[in-house]
């Protein structure tokens, strides 16, 4: 049996839980465990305690734990988010949005999650400009910034979904960028510590089987399809928006076709990382990654 947490419940995680509504896993043989720490800072921590034994949630935890505990610690193995699912969605069209619009703005950053203000700032430099002197509203919830732009407290807010499918249907906000745009820049993974993972083999080849599983359903079947599977983990939500939100993921190519995490997408989160300060020295992607068990689950499907 293994103890699997979510790091927080999200649309863009779509392919843990189908891998869970799927029975992905116990048609490998491996009873699941479902649970949630009690922050997603205590992920990667709950590894070492009572907690989890496998979590799903950012690269960046993992750098960031390492970082402060010493490399090698806790290994990614199953990628399932391969592009960033955040979006910078304005009061006013910009259907040739470029980042000096932003700069113009009255901006409110996403401050639930730091990954997706890092990535943003590092696509802001690279555009030449400096996200210092960017005009940042403080720092609310994605569903009072949601309520700021309706009100037209602020031009642009950064969100995912379902605050993204909302406001498009109410009318109240067009996306200006979707992050996805910026390529592989990897985002969720499966992870557990170094020790766990050589003490059961067998269990992360069947979890990273069962990512395979689900991402090959995901990519066979429409949003309709995908919505109704996964409409139990958001009861809140009316399933046309459910799956209005699915669909814009899927595509703007959000979830990778194999769980195997790219060298790629790892280099471009670890630069925005970097250039933000959230970590201040280079971690080798072979200290936090293992793809054998994701390269075995691809190459036999």
């Not at 979006?87 to 999650?113: H, I, K, Q, T």
């Not at 602020?154 to 960028?177: C, K, N, R, S, T």
């Not at 790892?266 to 925005?272: C, E, Y």
Request: charged share 25%; net charge negative.
């Amino acid at each position: 049996m293994v103890r699997l947490f979510e790091s927080l419940r999200a649309i863009f995680y779509a392919p843990f839980y189908l891998a869970l509504e799927l029975d992905a896993y116990g048609k490998r043989g491996l009873e699941v465990e479902f649970g949630r720490p009690d922050s997603p800072d205590d992920a990667a921590a709950s590894l070492f305690g009572s907690g989890a034994d496998v979590i799903w949630g950012g690269p960046m935890r993992m750098m960031q734990y390492q970082q402060r505990h010493g490399d090698g610690t806790v290994v990614a193995f199953a990628e399932a988010v391969t592009r960033d699912p955040f979006y910078v969605v304005g009061r006013e069209p910009r259907p040739n949005f470029r980042f000096a619009d932003l700069m113009e703005a009255r901006f409110a950053r996403v401050s639930e999650v730091p990954t997706s203000w890092l990535c943003l700032q590092d696509d802001i430099r690279r555009a030449g400009f400096d996200p210092a002197v960017l005009e940042r509203a403080p720092d609310r919830s994605m569903a009072e910034n949601a309520d700021a732009l309706r009100e037209g407290r602020v031009d642009a807010i950064q969100v995912f979904e379902p605050f993204v499918e909302d406001l498009l249907h109410e009318g109240a906000g067009h996306v200006w960028y979707a992050a996805a745009r910026r390529g592989p820049t990897s985002y969720t993974t499966l992870y557990t510590s170094r020790r766990f993972a050589e003490a059961n083999p067998d269990a992360l080849s069947a979890l990273a089987g069962g990512v395979m599983e689900a991402l090959d359903w995901l990519h066979g079947h429409d949003a309709d399809a995908l919505a109704d599977r996964l409409q139990g983990y958001f009861p809140d939500l009316v399933p046309a928006r459910l799956a209005g939100a699915l669909a814009r993921y899927k595509a703007g190519g959000v979830w990778g076709r194999n769980p195997v995490l790219p060298l790629e997408g790892f280099v471009r989160l670890k630069g925005a990382l970097i250039s933000g300060g959230f970590i201040t020295r280079d971690i080798p992607f072979e200290a936090c990654v293992d793809n054998r068990y994701a390269e075995r689950a691809r190459d036999s499907r």
